[in-house]
């Protein structure tokens, strides 16, 4: 992983648009300028890393602190990626740290996403849930399953 660049957000919110596509397409909220213009408008190069492969952009996460902890959010890695192992890895570097600080950290997932199966091998639980969103916390020290 390397820091984040202001340069890297339209690459991101590409990634974000591809990644995200079928979940809110299934829930009725997909919308092609939308996708891309939330992650714009959050996007925080202070506190996001570019996950790399190979030398090659692979995609990205941010770890935003909060006063109880730390939020995960903008966890895209690219469709091809996905179930290899690069999301575990990068989870566990992630909570080396975050569980260093004794510090929990939560989440949102999209309702019926395959994310919330991988945040659930790695110690999160649901929190609550609505129609749309599923909010999860890990609490430090939680093993992976």
Do not use: K, N
Not at 28 to 37: K, L, S
Not at 62 to 85: C, I, K, M, N, V
């Amino acid at each position: 992983m390397r820091p984040a660049e202001i340069s890297d957000i339209e690459t991101i919110a590409e990634l974000r648009a591809t990644v995200l596509r079928p979940d809110l397409e299934r829930l009725g909220r997909f919308d092609e300028h939308r996708v891309r213009q939330r992650l714009r408008d959050a996007f925080s190069s202070q506190h996001t890393s570019v996950i790399t492969v190979g030398g090659a952009f692979a995609g990205c996460v941010t770890l935003r602190p909060a006063d109880d902890g730390h939020w995960l959010e903008h966890f895209y890695l690219a469709p091809e990626l996905q179930s290899r192992g690069v999301g575990s890895a990068v989870l566990r570097s992630l909570f080396d740290r975050t569980d260093a600080e004794d510090a929990p950290v939560r989440l949102i997932v999209l309702q019926g996403s395959a994310a919330q199966r991988l945040y659930e091998r790695h110690g999160f639980t649901v929190e609550q849930a609505d129609p749309i969103d599923v909010s999860m916390v890990r609490r430090p020290g939680t093993p992976a399953r």
